[in-house]
C-alpha cells in the first residue's frame, strides 16, 4: 500500500487532499479499503451512489451493455439515450433533454442555452446570469464563475464576463441585482458545498415571481439534490415552482459519469444542430445505468418515501446529538437523506476521528459535516454513525 500511495503521489496531479486510504470494492452502504479495513460510507461518492455501491440493478444494466455496445456517436441515434430522455421528462417538468457527462459540463451548457435564448427571444444584449453568494456550480471556467465564493476563482482570472452575485435566501437583494442585462437567475435548490443550506419555505416561490415579471429564466442547479437525494425525486418539487431549465449529474447514473441538461420546449429550442454537442454524452453504457437507476428511484416510490423516512430519522438522532453537545454542535440543516451538522469549529478532527472508527462522512464549507448516505441505507447504519459520532463528541467535550 505504501508503494502505490508513493506512486499516487508522484504520477497524479496534486488537486485533492487525500485520505491515505485505498478503496477497493464495496456493496451498499459499505466499502473497504485494500487493507480489509470495512467502511459505513456515508459521503457515498458525494452524493453519487444513491443506491448504494455495485447495486444489482445497476451492475448488471452495465454488464449487459458493455457486451452489445459500449460506445458509437451522436451522428447516430442511441436507444438508451432516447429511453432515459423520456424517462426524465415523463417524470419532470421538462420537454427535452441534454446529456454530457458531469455537472460542470450540464452547468456549462445551461449558461449557453440560457444566453443563446435570452438573446435571440428577448434582447441582443441580455446575458447576464445571477447566482448566489456560497453556491457551487461546478470547476469549468464559466462553471467556475457561476460559483460565488471567491477561494475558488484565486489564479484563474480573467473570470467569464456576465455573472453577478447575491446572498442566497435573500429576495430582496435578487430584485436589486436584476437590470436589463439579466437573462436568468441561477440557484441550488439547497446548497451543497455551500454548507447544506436550505432556503426559507416561500423564497424560490418569490423567485419564480420575479422570473416571471421580468421575462428572465430560473435555472436550477439540481446536480446534487436531484434522484430522490431530498426525498423529492427533484427538489424544485418540495418548493412547489417549476424550472426553465434544470441540470443533472451526481445520483443520475449510480455512479458512472454522466450529467444531463433539462428544458422546457420554448427555451430548448434555441440549441438546433451545432450549438452544442459532446463526444461522449449520453453514450449508451452511461444511459443504461442511469435507466437503472433512475427506474429503481421511481419503483412504486418507494425509495422516496424510505429517504423521507429515513432522513427524518437521521434528523432527528442528529437533534439529539445537539442536545446533547450543545457546546460542539450548532445547527442541523438538511432534507430526505442530504444532512448537515455544523459545529463551532472546523470538523477536520471529527471526520479523522470517523474515519478511524470505520464511518466516512465528509466536511463542506469548513465547518459542515455533510451526510449523504445511500436511500438504502438502513435504520441500523444510521445508528452506528451517530453512536461513533456520540462517542468522538463525548471525547471532545
Ligand atoms: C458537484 C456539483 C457540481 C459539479 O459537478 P461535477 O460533476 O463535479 O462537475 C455542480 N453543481 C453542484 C450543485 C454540485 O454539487
Known amino acids: 500500500m505504501k508503494k502505490l500511495l508513493d506512486e499516487a503521489a508522484k504520477y497524479l496531479m496534486n488537486t485533492y487532499s487525500r485520505y491515505p486510504v485505498i478503496l477497493v470494492k464495496g456493496r451498499g452502504s459499505l466499502v473497504y479499503g485494500m487493507d480489509g479495513k470495512e467502511y459505513l460510507d456515508f459521503v457515498g461518492g458525494i452524493a453519487v451512489n444513491i443506491l448504494g455501491h455495485c447495486h444489482p440493478k445497476v451492475v448488471v444494466a452495465l454488464q449487459k451493455q458493455a457486451q452489445r455496445l459500449i460506445h458509437v456517436s451522436n451522428l447516430y441515434h442511441i436507444e438508451p439515450q432516447i429511453k432515459l430522455a423520456k424517462l426524465l421528462v415523463e417524470n419532470s417538468f421538462a420537454d427535452k433533454v441534454f446529456f454530457c457527462n458531469s455537472g460542470a459540463e450540464a452547468n456549462e451548457g445551461a449558461i449557453k442555452l440560457a444566453r443563446k435564448y435570452a438573446k435571440e427571444n428577448i434582447s441582443e444584449d441580455r446575458f447576464e446570469i445571477i447566482t448566489a453568494l456560497n453556491s457551487f456550480h461546478g470547476r469549468t471556467l464559466a462553471s467556475l464563475t457561476a460559483t460565488g465564493q471567491e477561494r475558488f476563482h484565486k489564479g484563474f482570472e480573467p473570470l467569464v464576463p456576465g455573472f453577478k452575485y447575491v446572498p442566497f435566501d435573500d429576495i430582496k437583494a435578487l ?12 440557484l ?15 423564497y424560490f416561490k418569490e423567485v419564480r415571481r420575479l422570473c ?8 436550477l442547479d439540481e446536480v446534487q439534490t436531484g434522484i430522490g437525494r431530498t426525498g423529492a425525486l427533484f427538489a424544485y418539487e418540495h418548493f412547489g415552482i417549476e424550472p426553465d431549465i434544470m441540470t443533472l449529474a451526481k445520483g443520475l447514473g449510480g455512479g458512472v459519469p454522466i450529467g444531463a441538461l433539462l428544458a422546457k420546449e420554448k427555451v430548448a429550442q434555441a440549441f438546433v444542430p451545432g450549438s452544442h454537442a ?42 439529539e446529538l445537539k442536545d446533547e453537545f450543545s457546546g460542539i454542535i450548532v445547527d442541523i440543516r438538511g432534507m430526505g437523506l442530504m444532512l448537515g451538522m455544523e459545529l463551532n469549529r472546523d470538523c477536520t478532527q471529527v471526520v479523522k476521528a470517523c474515519m478511524e472508527r470505520g464511518v466516512l462522512i465528509n466536511c463542506t464549507a469548513g465547518n459542515t459535516i455533510r451526510f449523504t448516505p445511500p436511500l438504502t441505507v438502513s435504520t441500523e447504519e444510521i445508528d452506528q454513525v451517530v453512536e461513533i459520532l456520540k462517542d468522538i463528541f463525548r471525547r471532545l467535550s
Do not use: H, W
Not at 430584485?175 to 436589463?180: G, Q, V
Not at 441550488?188 to 432556503?199: D, K, L, S, T, Y
Not at 416571471?212 to 435555472?219: E, V
Open 175 to 186: 430584485e436589486e441585482a436584476i437590470d436589463e442585462k439579466t437573462c436568468a437567475i441561477m
Open 188 to 202: 441550488e435548490p439547497i446548497q451543497g458545498e455551500g454548507g447544506v443550506r436550505v432556503p426559507s419555505e416561500n
Open 212 to 219: 416571471d415579471d421580468n421575462g428572465i429564466l430560473l435555472i
Open 278 to 319: 459532446s463526444t461522449f454524452g449520453g453514450n449508451p453504457l452511461v444511459c443504461q445505468a442511469a435507466i437503472a437507476t433512475v427506474e429503481t428511484v421511481l419503483e412504486d416510490g418507494i425509495l422516496l418515501q424510505e429517504c423521507n423516512r429515513l432522513g427524518g430519522y437521521f434528523k432527528k438522532r442528529l437533534y
